[in-house]
Protein backbone atom coordinates (compact mmCIF):
# COMPACT_ATOMS: atom_id res chain seq x y z
CA UNK A 1 0.00 0.00 0.00
CA UNK A 2 1.20 3.51 -0.88
CA UNK A 3 0.55 6.09 1.85
CA UNK A 4 0.51 9.76 1.90
CA UNK A 5 2.21 11.80 4.51
CA UNK A 6 1.18 14.74 6.77
CA UNK A 7 3.24 15.97 9.62
CA UNK A 8 2.06 18.85 11.58
CA UNK A 9 2.43 20.00 14.66
CA UNK A 10 0.31 19.46 17.79
CA UNK A 11 -2.43 21.83 16.64
CA UNK A 12 -5.58 21.24 16.09
CA UNK A 13 -5.78 23.42 13.19
CA UNK A 14 -3.37 22.85 11.60
CA UNK A 15 -3.53 18.84 11.74
CA UNK A 16 -7.07 19.47 10.47
CA UNK A 17 -5.67 20.27 7.20
CA UNK A 18 -5.18 16.75 6.25
CA UNK A 19 -9.05 16.38 6.74
CA UNK A 20 -10.52 17.88 3.55
CA UNK A 21 -7.48 16.14 1.54
CA UNK A 22 -8.70 12.28 2.78
CA UNK A 23 -12.18 13.93 2.47
CA UNK A 24 -11.40 14.31 -1.31
CA UNK A 25 -9.88 10.74 -1.84
CA UNK A 26 -12.78 9.13 -0.33
CA UNK A 27 -15.75 10.97 -2.55
CA UNK A 28 -13.47 10.53 -5.52
CA UNK A 29 -13.43 6.76 -4.72
CA UNK A 30 -17.03 6.63 -4.16
CA UNK A 31 -17.54 6.23 -0.55
CA UNK A 32 -21.16 6.53 0.93
CA UNK A 33 -21.90 10.36 2.47
CA UNK A 34 -22.34 7.64 6.47
CA UNK A 35 -18.51 6.13 4.99
CA UNK A 36 -17.05 10.15 4.71
CA UNK A 37 -19.09 11.41 7.63
CA UNK A 38 -18.07 8.40 9.79
CA UNK A 39 -14.15 8.81 8.82
CA UNK A 40 -14.55 12.46 9.69
CA UNK A 41 -15.79 11.85 12.75
CA UNK A 42 -13.00 9.13 13.41
CA UNK A 43 -10.17 11.77 12.49
CA UNK A 44 -11.29 14.61 14.44
CA UNK A 45 -11.14 12.50 17.27
CA UNK A 46 -7.89 10.54 16.70
CA UNK A 47 -6.41 14.01 15.98
CA UNK A 48 -7.60 15.45 19.21
CA UNK A 49 -6.54 12.54 21.11
CA UNK A 50 -2.69 12.92 19.71
CA UNK A 51 -2.86 16.03 20.19
CA UNK A 52 -4.50 16.95 23.71
CA UNK A 53 -3.76 13.39 25.13
CA UNK A 54 -0.45 12.04 23.17
CA UNK A 55 1.67 14.99 22.74
CA UNK A 56 -0.43 16.60 25.61
CA UNK A 57 -1.05 20.08 23.71
CA UNK A 58 3.55 20.38 23.32
CA UNK A 59 3.98 22.49 20.15
CA UNK A 60 7.46 21.16 20.16
CA UNK A 61 5.65 17.90 19.54
CA UNK A 62 4.33 16.62 16.36
CA UNK A 63 1.66 14.70 14.93
CA UNK A 64 1.91 12.49 11.83
CA UNK A 65 -1.13 11.40 9.35
CA UNK A 66 -0.34 8.60 7.26
CA UNK A 67 -3.27 7.39 5.19
CA UNK A 68 -3.95 5.26 2.15
CA UNK A 69 -7.56 5.48 0.32
CA UNK A 70 -8.48 3.05 -2.48
CA UNK A 71 -12.15 1.75 -3.78
CA UNK A 72 -12.25 -0.82 -1.29
CA UNK A 73 -11.20 0.65 1.87
CA UNK A 74 -9.40 3.45 3.16
CA UNK A 75 -6.74 2.99 6.11
CA UNK A 76 -5.77 6.15 8.43
CA UNK A 77 -2.70 6.20 11.11
CA UNK A 78 -2.18 9.15 13.23
CA UNK A 79 0.91 9.14 15.37
CA UNK A 80 2.03 11.15 18.56
CA UNK A 81 5.25 11.80 20.02
CA UNK A 82 3.89 11.29 23.01
CA UNK A 83 4.74 7.85 25.81
CA UNK A 84 1.74 5.85 24.79
CA UNK A 85 -1.24 4.23 26.22
CA UNK A 86 -3.22 0.89 26.86
CA UNK A 87 -6.22 0.66 25.42
CA UNK A 88 -7.61 -1.06 28.06
CA UNK A 89 -6.74 1.06 31.02
CA UNK A 90 -9.26 3.19 29.22
CA UNK A 91 -13.00 3.61 30.96
CA UNK A 92 -16.39 2.34 30.13
CA UNK A 93 -17.66 5.96 29.87
CA UNK A 94 -21.34 4.68 29.57
CA UNK A 95 -21.02 2.96 32.65
CA UNK A 96 -23.11 4.76 35.39
CA UNK A 97 -20.17 5.97 37.10
CA UNK A 98 -18.69 7.60 34.24
CA UNK A 99 -22.17 8.80 32.33
CA UNK A 100 -21.59 12.41 33.40
CA UNK A 101 -18.17 12.77 33.00
CA UNK A 102 -17.59 15.45 30.47
CA UNK A 103 -14.69 13.36 28.52
CA UNK A 104 -13.69 10.17 27.84
CA UNK A 105 -15.75 9.12 24.72
CA UNK A 106 -13.62 9.42 21.79
CA UNK A 107 -12.29 6.42 21.49
CA UNK A 108 -15.73 4.73 21.87
CA UNK A 109 -16.76 6.77 18.68
CA UNK A 110 -13.63 6.45 16.82
CA UNK A 111 -14.34 2.24 17.44
CA UNK A 112 -18.14 2.32 16.58
CA UNK A 113 -17.74 4.03 13.08
CA UNK A 114 -15.12 2.20 11.98
CA UNK A 115 -14.50 -1.17 10.69
CA UNK A 116 -11.17 -1.42 12.61
CA UNK A 117 -9.32 0.35 15.26
CA UNK A 118 -6.45 -0.69 16.42
CA UNK A 119 -3.36 0.60 18.00
CA UNK A 120 0.69 0.20 17.85
CA UNK A 121 2.64 -1.12 20.57
CA UNK A 122 3.59 1.68 22.27
CA UNK A 123 0.12 2.90 21.98
CA UNK A 124 0.92 6.52 20.23
CA UNK A 125 -0.16 5.47 16.87
CA UNK A 126 -3.63 4.25 16.19
CA UNK A 127 -4.66 3.21 12.76
CA UNK A 128 -8.02 3.14 11.38
CA UNK A 129 -10.19 1.23 8.75
CA UNK A 130 -13.08 2.26 7.02
CA UNK A 131 -14.47 -0.23 4.64
CA UNK A 132 -16.29 1.25 1.24
CA UNK A 133 -19.37 -1.30 2.07
CA UNK B 1 -6.91 32.55 13.93
CA UNK B 2 -10.63 32.23 14.33
CA UNK B 3 -12.66 35.25 14.73
CA UNK B 4 -14.46 36.19 17.68
CA UNK B 5 -17.85 35.85 15.54
CA UNK B 6 -21.04 34.77 16.99
CA UNK B 7 -21.32 31.02 17.47
CA UNK B 8 -24.75 30.67 18.54
CA UNK B 9 -28.27 32.46 17.96
CA UNK B 10 -29.95 32.97 21.81
CA UNK B 11 -33.96 33.73 21.78
CA UNK B 12 -35.76 34.21 24.93
CA UNK B 13 -39.18 33.41 24.73
CA UNK B 14 -42.01 32.89 27.08
CA UNK B 15 -39.50 32.35 29.51
CA UNK B 16 -37.37 30.20 27.23
CA UNK B 17 -33.94 30.33 25.92
CA UNK B 18 -33.76 28.61 22.82
CA UNK B 19 -30.07 28.52 21.79
CA UNK B 20 -29.33 27.65 18.35
CA UNK B 21 -25.90 26.54 17.00
CA UNK B 22 -24.67 28.72 14.14
CA UNK B 23 -21.90 26.42 12.69
CA UNK B 24 -22.43 23.25 10.72
CA UNK B 25 -19.46 21.30 12.67
CA UNK B 26 -19.21 21.89 16.64
CA UNK B 27 -15.59 20.52 16.90
CA UNK B 28 -13.02 22.61 17.23
CA UNK B 29 -12.10 23.12 20.20
CA UNK B 30 -11.37 26.80 20.28
CA UNK B 31 -15.07 27.24 18.98
CA UNK B 32 -16.33 24.88 21.40
CA UNK B 33 -14.41 26.49 24.16
CA UNK B 34 -16.42 29.84 23.20
CA UNK B 35 -19.70 28.30 22.82
CA UNK B 36 -18.94 26.41 26.10
CA UNK B 37 -18.43 29.84 28.12
CA UNK B 38 -21.71 31.48 26.33
CA UNK B 39 -23.77 28.81 27.05
CA UNK B 40 -22.48 28.56 30.79
CA UNK B 41 -22.39 32.56 31.09
CA UNK B 42 -26.31 32.27 29.82
CA UNK B 43 -27.24 29.62 32.46
CA UNK B 44 -25.43 31.23 35.56
CA UNK B 45 -27.39 34.21 34.44
CA UNK B 46 -31.08 32.73 35.46
CA UNK B 47 -32.66 31.05 38.68
CA UNK B 48 -33.70 28.18 37.24
CA UNK B 49 -32.89 28.32 33.74
CA UNK B 50 -35.51 26.61 30.96
CA UNK B 51 -33.00 26.18 27.66
CA UNK B 52 -33.43 24.75 24.94
CA UNK B 53 -30.73 23.76 22.00
CA UNK B 54 -31.81 23.56 18.72
CA UNK B 55 -29.30 21.24 16.71
CA UNK B 56 -30.79 22.00 13.35
CA UNK B 57 -27.92 23.73 11.84
CA UNK B 58 -25.51 20.97 12.69
CA UNK B 59 -24.00 18.17 10.85
CA UNK B 60 -20.98 17.15 12.75
CA UNK B 61 -20.35 16.95 16.35
CA UNK B 62 -16.95 15.90 18.60
CA UNK B 63 -16.72 14.23 22.08
CA UNK B 64 -15.71 17.59 22.94
CA UNK B 65 -18.91 18.81 22.38
CA UNK B 66 -20.29 16.23 23.82
CA UNK B 67 -18.32 16.92 27.40
CA UNK B 68 -19.46 20.56 26.59
CA UNK B 69 -23.29 19.51 26.70
CA UNK B 70 -22.52 16.85 29.58
CA UNK B 71 -21.33 19.75 31.93
CA UNK B 72 -23.83 22.54 30.83
CA UNK B 73 -26.81 19.74 31.75
CA UNK B 74 -24.88 19.55 35.60
CA UNK B 75 -25.46 22.99 35.70
CA UNK B 76 -28.54 23.66 34.99
CA UNK B 77 -29.20 20.58 36.91
CA UNK B 78 -27.62 22.31 40.27
CA UNK B 79 -29.64 25.48 39.23
CA UNK B 80 -32.84 23.07 39.40
CA UNK B 81 -33.57 23.91 36.08
CA UNK B 82 -34.46 22.42 32.77
CA UNK B 83 -32.61 21.74 29.73
CA UNK B 84 -34.29 19.92 26.71
CA UNK B 85 -32.25 19.59 22.78
CA UNK B 86 -34.45 19.42 19.70
CA UNK B 87 -33.95 19.05 15.96
CA UNK B 88 -30.69 16.95 16.06
CA UNK B 89 -30.52 15.22 12.51
CA UNK B 90 -30.21 11.27 12.66
CA UNK B 91 -26.41 10.83 12.41
CA UNK B 92 -25.73 12.93 15.08
CA UNK B 93 -28.27 11.27 17.12
CA UNK B 94 -26.11 7.85 16.48
CA UNK B 95 -23.42 9.75 18.49
CA UNK B 96 -25.96 10.58 21.36
CA UNK B 97 -27.35 6.74 20.97
CA UNK B 98 -23.61 5.41 20.66
CA UNK B 99 -22.49 6.87 23.68
CA UNK B 100 -25.76 6.49 25.62
CA UNK B 101 -26.62 10.22 26.00
CA UNK B 102 -29.54 9.63 24.76
CA UNK B 103 -30.55 8.31 27.80
CA UNK B 104 -29.06 11.49 29.81
CA UNK B 105 -30.49 14.00 27.65
CA UNK B 106 -33.82 14.60 27.11
CA UNK B 107 -34.74 15.00 23.32
CA UNK B 108 -37.29 16.22 21.12
CA UNK B 109 -37.98 15.83 17.35
CA UNK B 110 -39.32 19.71 17.36
CA UNK B 111 -38.01 23.05 18.48
CA UNK B 112 -41.86 23.63 19.81
CA UNK B 113 -41.70 19.96 21.65
CA UNK B 114 -38.76 21.25 23.34
CA UNK B 115 -39.94 24.57 24.61
CA UNK B 116 -43.19 22.78 25.68
CA UNK B 117 -41.18 20.12 27.99
CA UNK B 118 -39.31 22.58 29.62
CA UNK B 119 -42.02 24.80 30.43
CA UNK B 120 -44.32 22.32 31.75
Keep these: MKFSTLVTKSDLAAARKVEPLVMAELERHGYSEEAVFAVRLALEEALANAINH ?3 RDASKAVRVDYHIDPRRAVIRVSDEGPGFSRGSVPDPTAPENIEKPCGRGIMLME ?3 NEVRWN ?3 N ?3 LIKKNE | MESARAHLDVQHTEGVIVVSFLDRKILDELNITRIEEDLFTLVEKETSVRLVLDFANVEH ?4 ALG ?6 KRVNMKKGRLALSNIAARIFDVFRITRLDRSFDIYTTREEAIAAVTA
Design chain 2, 68 to 73: TLISLM
Design chain 1, 121 to 123: RDG
Design chain 2, 61 to 64: LSSR
Design chain 1, 112 to 114: AYM
Design chain 1, 54 to 56: GNA
Design chain 1, 125 to 127: CVE
